[in-house]
């Protein structure tokens, strides 16, 4: 060994930052250490790095150091003699070679050096600080294999500049991470290098995987992770991020989830996990859960996302990780000087078409309503026709009610019946109440920073026009994040986010407004005269006008465009979320971080229906009532101003962590990385909805005498009926408090890079677990393993670069925040009795336990062919038990169900990534991209109410079958006189006579839920330009197509190929029309609508492949950018919603927007069709869009 006997004493301990070899480091024990750790010390202390070849550390001696402060300099002389090495400074990097000269070619070492200089830009035009440049003897430098022949080194500054010393015959190497190594032979005495690093293409080896928690590289981890970058977000022109993520992550499907055509996505990660908790994934930013959606992000701002999959990813999450895990990391500052990024971006989405609807046309709507009046179907017709019935009447009642009335003859019938047969209002519907939408996006972004303060800021405004006339959004956005260096070992991390949002929603919705026949496809809503129309609704168009001549009554027509100025429906909300975090390096080794976020949002509803308005003139017209006693007319609520209600819900959350983190590699082979951490949480919901009648909007005045105990019991309507009011007060006020503390921790160890071994345990507990023991001794945990193949020295395959196989085992949580051990209670006030009471709105399960799901996991990852080729496979199994089922209980407890942890699932499925570069050139670039995952889930447990054949028919889950089973009476065709049949549990017909409650005689047809879904994106790039398609194709699923339901005033186009005489039993499957005496037999004719609609003969194959979307982007070239003083200018378009390559259905169906489905889950309203949204299909959108940065 050798001892170090001399220390120097020094006022100043370091210049950081400043190139110097008389920089000094401090020695705080007397220890003993190897050379590779005092070059950790010089690390730490100093803003020094090294670059040397490691073989040059084996078996060196044991360095003696005694306490003091030290030069650099003559610590590196003294410890470095011992090996016979030598260094050199040049900038911040010290070079380590051996005192002789290690060059295979000394003749190019002794050639005349003389100086370059250079910059270093990324492809967007920004500077790359810290990149390593060095000049080699020979044209080779992979994994820094090859160091003996580095001859000097640098790197660049805070704006990629560089020099250096350089001879003829030298290579320049430029290298850094996340970047293609550039290399070029100096062959000229050129003296200035411009030079543009390529993003790199070899990921597994650079990818750094978030949990959330902490960062690691991908090559140590063992979970199932998928990572999105930014280029994959940024190819899409939408303003919600969540309209992004369709086909980028393997093993996550989106669903189209709410009604007629709307936006709302839902997720589903690896399958369904439970029947009645929260079923999405959480949403995970900057490291906390994000409580106030996705469209509280700037997808602008979004760095990469991570989707966390397995036990060993997400289980560190606890009770919030059964769904998976999205992992969203925000864009921070860089080293260098501010750099502007801004762009505007706009979208037009083609206004919908109302043929997708595939409601009848306007002559069998016409034929069929005609018939449902002379059958006596209809059987209220006759008690409007004699008075005791004030129920509207469409156009063509009204024509059919005018000649039973006498008003016109049967000719004057006939005429008016046929104009309405050759009438159709979808031109109308689509000019005044419908429009092609035009949307805009602007976004600006600022950044920069130094060594120790590095800024991020933005701002977005997007102004957002619905394809519904009246229905518009404006959403700002403001995002600040600032990392602070407040001394060499710590850190202050600051970052807020703000959004405001104002949203209108004023439109009659077109589809709603057809679907529920309010306006039939005949009636219009303009004359020929280009007048509006008095269009029937609630009440009989002569008893209307009659009661309008009284000057007690408003004007009580209805027009849905009239009601789109007079309309005043208008949501407000805003959403804070301020966080930091602390970090000390409390060693080299050991780091303590704590971190907090303080999230608030409140949303503010404000509904007023002026007395221009339908509704309140409506409410008014029907509540008042002639007062036998005062001999005058009266009014139960007041007929001047309108109505108001406010609606407003404020949430508060905030987030306390703290994490100790353990890293240190010892003896150059074992890792060693773990955690502890403790977190605590509270989240508050405050919500209150009032409600004021006779509002004045100018005077802010409203009626105070009005008392809803008035209304409380049935009164009398201005037809001098008895009606129950059905205007009962909606105020309210609601608070929620839940609080959590949780314990967490980790452990990896790693041997060699080769094997890695994790645990993660985490136990949650929490406020909603009441006093059960069960829920508060919860444990989640995973393990995980992993082998780096490609590390072993036996393992020599030229074409793959990388090889790793995977495995973990792990359990997942999942709690119903509404679900407790503790019974629940509504608090009211009653004005009949004039006292309070209390309502039983959830009944407490003291036994109930978290919904547990168990996932095991194998994969693999490789990359192939200089990492030409890149992908992983996945296998796994997640089963999901003690899952939150209701059960009925006797209604003598006050309640007819309970919540118990009855329910069973699993899921297995397989996961394929690849991405694939089949050409690249300097010029042309061909990149290709695969998704592809199966999935199948079934219930394995599964309580229904019954076992009867419709409830089976009808329930969203079935034991024993897949998740989203098609379960189906079997159709046995039409009898001779054109009424449905289906078989028994015996194999016998049976007609709508006969009632089937056997289930045993259902069959299954396949499942709603896709077994295979994916993408598949390909791009070429010559030059500057970039043209791209991407498909999404979900496959192995069936649908219920939708047809006639007799009892609805508005059908299915389907009626048209009725059964109208005998033979047609032949050619079609739709019933003919039912009799008088079967639509009145409520038995028979429920059987008679039921028995073919939910058969077997309607399941309809909804595979498909879609041309999601085609885009081009074009980049201006350097020198237009150098001439403009720009870093970068990319032009976008973007064409979405293009159509179908393939589609396996005949029926012109989209099967991700089947008509007449109500976008219902199955079982809801009695029937079920779809569990997508419901009406038209997508509509194209083009978007147009230009980024500049400078």
Avoid at 53 to 77: A, F, M
Avoid at 212 to 222: F, S
Avoid at 1065 to 1089: G, L, Q
Wanted: aromatic share 12%; glycine share 6%; with cysteine.
């Amino acid at each position: 060994t050798f001892i170090f006997l001399f220390c120097t004493t020094v006022f100043a301990l370091s210049s950081n930052g400043v190139n110097s070899q008389n920089d000094t480091i401090l020695i705080n024990r007397d220890q003993s250490v190897s050379i590779e750790k005092i070059f950790d010390y010089i690390k730490e202390q100093t803003d020094y790095s090294f670059v040397y070849n490691e073989k040059y550390l084996v078996n060196t001696p044991i360095v003696e150091l005694k306490k003091g402060v030290y030069k650099v300099s003559e610590i590196l002389n003294e410890s470095l003699k011992l090996i016979n090495c030598t260094y050199t400074f040049d900038n911040n990097v010290i070079v380590v070679k051996p005192k002789k000269n290690g060059s295979t070619n000394p003749e190019v070492l002794q050639q005349e050096k003389f100086l370059i200089k250079g910059v270093i830009k990324d492809e967007a035009g920004f500077p790359v600080p810290g990149a390593n440049v060095m000049v080699t003897s020979i044209d080779k430098y992979q994994k820094e294999t090859d160091k003996d022949y580095i001859i000097r080194g640098t790197s660049t500054d805070f704006e990629g500049n560089f020099e250096i010393a350089v001879s003829l015959g030298h290579f320049l190497i430029v290298s850094s991470i996340g970047f293609e190594t550039f290399k070029e032979k100096i062959t000229t005495k050129k003296d200035f290098y411009s030079i543009v690093l390529k993003e790199s293409v070899m990921q597994l080896e650079a990818v750094v995987i978030s949990t959330g928690y902490q960062k690691t590289n991908k090559k140590l981890a063992t979970g199932s992770y998928s990572t999105i970058e930014k280029a994959d977000l940024q190819r899409q022109v939408t303003t919600n991020l969540v309209d992004r993520l369709e086909g980028l992550s393997t093993g996550l499907l989106t669903t189209v989830s709410n009604g007629n055509g709307g936006d709302n996505i839902s997720l589903t990660l690896r399958g369904l996990s439970t029947f009645n908790a929260n079923d999405q994934p959480l949403i995970v930013v900057d490291g906390f859960p994000m409580q106030g959606g996705f469209n509280t992000l700037n997808p602008d701002d979004v760095e990469t996302m991570t989707i966390l999959k397995d036990a060993a990813a997400a289980s560190i999450w606890g009770t919030q990780s059964a769904n998976g895990v999205i992992v969203i990391t925000t864009k921070k500052g860089k080293i260098g000087k501010p750099t502007v990024e801004f762009s505007v971006y706009s979208t037009i989405k083609q206004s919908p078409h109302l043929n997708d609807l595939q409601i009848a046309t306007s002559q069998e709507l016409v034929d069929w309503e005609s018939y449902r009046i002379t059958s006596g179907i209809y059987t209220n017709y006759p008690n409007i026709l004699n008075g005791t019935s004030s129920s509207y009447l469409t156009a063509v009642g009204q024509v059919w009610y005018d000649n039973d009335q006498g008003t016109i003859t049967d000719g004057e019938r006939e005429a008016r019946l046929a104009v309405l047969r050759n009438t159709d209002n979808y031109s109308q519907i689509e000019k005044y109440l419908m429009r092609t939408s035009i949307s805009n996006q602007y976004n600006f972004s600022v950044s920069g920073g130094s060594t120790t303060n590095k800024y991020y800021a933005s701002f977005v405004l997007n102004d957002d026009e619905s394809v519904y006339r009246g229905d518009d959004s404006q959403r700002v956005n403001i995002n600040f994040k600032d990392d602070i260096q407040l001394h060499k070992k710590l850190d202050l991390s600051i970052g807020a986010n703000t959004t405001f949002n104002k949203a209108s929603y004023n439109s009659e919705g077109g589809l709603d407004l057809v679907y529920d026949g309010i306006i039939p496809r005949y009636q219009l809503l303009v004359d020929e005269d280009g007048n509006l129309t008095d269009v029937p609704r609630d009440y009989l168009a002569s008893l209307k006008r009659f009661y309008e001549t009284n000057p007690e009554f408003l004007d009580w027509s209805y027009n849905p465009i009239s009601e789109l100025a007079a309309r005043d429906n208008t949501l407000k909300s805003m959403n804070l979320r301020f966080q930091a975090a602390l970090k000390w390096d409390i060693t080299n080794f050991l780091k303590l971080t704590a971190s907090g976020i303080y999230e608030r949002g409140s949303t503010d509803r404000r509904v007023f229906s002026s007395t221009e308005t339908y509704e309140a003139r409506n409410e008014i017209n029907r509540l008042t009532y002639y007062d036998d006693d005062e001999g005058e007319w009266a009014h139960h609520i007041p007929n001047t101003g309108g109505i108001l209600q406010l609606k407003t819900s404020d949430l508060e959350f905030y987030t306390l962590r703290s994490q100790l983190e353990f890293d240190k590699d010892i003896a150059s082979v074992h890792n060693i990385k773990s955690m502890l951490g403790v977190e605590a949480q509270d989240k508050r919901i405050k919500g209150a909805l009032n409600e004021y009648v006779g509002y004045n909007e100018s005077s802010l005045i409203f009626d105070k005498l009005f008392s809803y105990g008035d209304l409380s019991s049935p009164v009398e309507y201005f037809d001098g009926v008895i009606r129950s009011a059905n205007f009962s007060n909606p105020a309210y006020i609601s608070s929620t408090h839940i609080r959590n503390i949780s314990f967490f921790g980790n452990l990896s160890y790693a041997y060699n890079n080769k094997y890695i071994i994790t645990l993660t345990a985490k136990t949650d507990q929490s406020s909603l677990f009441g006093s059960s023991a069960r829920l508060r001794l919860n444990k989640l945990w995973s393990v995980g393993g992993s082998w780096n193949i490609d590390e072993e020295a036996f393992f020599n395959v030229p074409f793959i670069n990388t090889l790793k196989l995977r495995g973990s085992y792990g359990v997942n949580g999942n709690i119903k925040e509404n679900g407790t051990t503790e019974s629940v209670f509504t608090a009211g006030y009653t004005t009949l009795a004039n006292l309070p009471y209390y309502n039983l709105s959830v009944v407490g399960n003291p036994e109930l336990t978290l919904e547990d799901t168990y996932t095991g996991n194998l994969g693999i990852d490789f990359s192939l062919s200089n990492y030409r080729i890149n992908g992983s496979i996945d296998v796994y199994e997640r089963h999901s038990k003690n899952l939150l089922t209701q059960r009925q209980i006797t209604s003598t407890q006050g309640y007819s169900s309970q919540l118990v942890n009855n329910g069973e699932i699993i899921n297995r499925g397989i996961e394929l990534s690849l991405n694939f570069i089949p050409v690249q050139t300097p010029d042309f670039t061909w990149n290709n991209r695969l998704n592809f995952t199966y999935n199948k889930g079934k219930v394995l447990n599964y309580e229904l109410d019954d076992e009867l054949a419709y409830t089976r028919i009808t329930s969203p889950y079935v034991q024993g079958e897949e998740i989203g089973a098609l379960i189906s009476y079997k159709w046995a065709g039409l009898s001779a006189d054109g009424s449905p049949q289906i078989y028994d549990e015996t194999g016998a017909i049976i007609d709508a006579n006969t009632t089937l409650t056997d289930a045993n005689a259902t069959t299954v047809r396949g499942s709603r839920t896709p077994k295979y879904f994916g993408s598949f994106d390909t791009s070429i790039t010559y030059k500057d330009l970039t043209l791209g398609v991407f498909l999404t194709t979900k496959l192995g699923h069936k649908f219920r197509k939708p047809t006639v339901n007799y009892s609805n005033t508005v059908v299915h186009q389907d009626i048209q190929n009725r059964w109208q005489e005998t033979g047609d039993e032949v050619f079609t499957d739709i019933p003919r029309y039912p009799t008088v005496n079967e639509a009145t037999n409520t038995e028979f004719f429920t059987n008679y609508n039921r028995y073919y609609r939910l058969s077997d003969a309607l399941i309809v194959d909804a595979s498909y492949i879609r041309i999601k979307d085609l885009y081009l982007k074009y980049k201006l070239n350097k020198n237009v950018l150098d001439k403009m003083s720009l870093n970068s200018v990319e032009f976008i378009a973007q064409l979405r919603n293009i159509g179908f390559l393939w589609l396996a259905n005949d029926y012109d169906i989209d099967p991700d927007t089947i008509p007449f489905s109500g976008g219902v889950l199955v079982g809801a309203g009695g029937d079920e069709t779809a569990v997508s949204r419901p009406g038209y299909k997508p509509t194209p959108q083009i978007s147009f869009g230009v980024n500049v940065k400078f």
